[in-house]
């Protein structure tokens, strides 16, 4: 059974930053390309980037460019989100995401 579990998420300051993790389970990690997403309320779901098998990762999102940066740890079957420079459109329900799978995301607040 796929399991994803995201953590890593809270209330932050504007400017501030936070990594979020999401533990992956059941399936086959190291080949399996991986995706964090975000939903912003009346929003539809964005994508934020991807991270390929060898650890390459993509960030798609424009608003997030210079700022976030993904990355995967294949020996613990987890993956990462660093955020730095946050501001107050950057709160949102972060979810990782594999094939049709998605975990229950966490909650990113900024405000001062």
């Known amino acids: 059974q796929v399991q994803l579990v995201e953590s890593g998420g809270g209330l932050v300051q504007p400017g501030g930053s936070l990594r979020l993790t999401c533990a992956a389970s059941?399936?086959?990690?190291?080949?399996?390309?991986m995706f964090w997403y975000r939903r912003t309320p009346g929003k539809e779901r964005e994508l934020l980037a991807s991270?390929?098998?060898?650890?390459?990762?993509?960030i798609w999102a424009n608003s997030v460019k210079g700022r976030f940066t993904a990355s995967r740890d294949n020996a613990k079957n987890t993956i990462f989100l660093q955020m730095n420079s946050l501001s107050p459109e950057d709160t949102a329900v972060y979810y990782c995401?594999?094939?049709?799978?998605w975990g229950q995301g966490t909650q990113v607040t900024v405000s001062p």
């Open positions: 995401n594999m094939g049709v799978h």
């Open positions: 059941g399936f086959p990690f190291s080949t399996s390309t």
């Open positions: 991270i390929a098998l060898s650890g390459e990762s993509m």
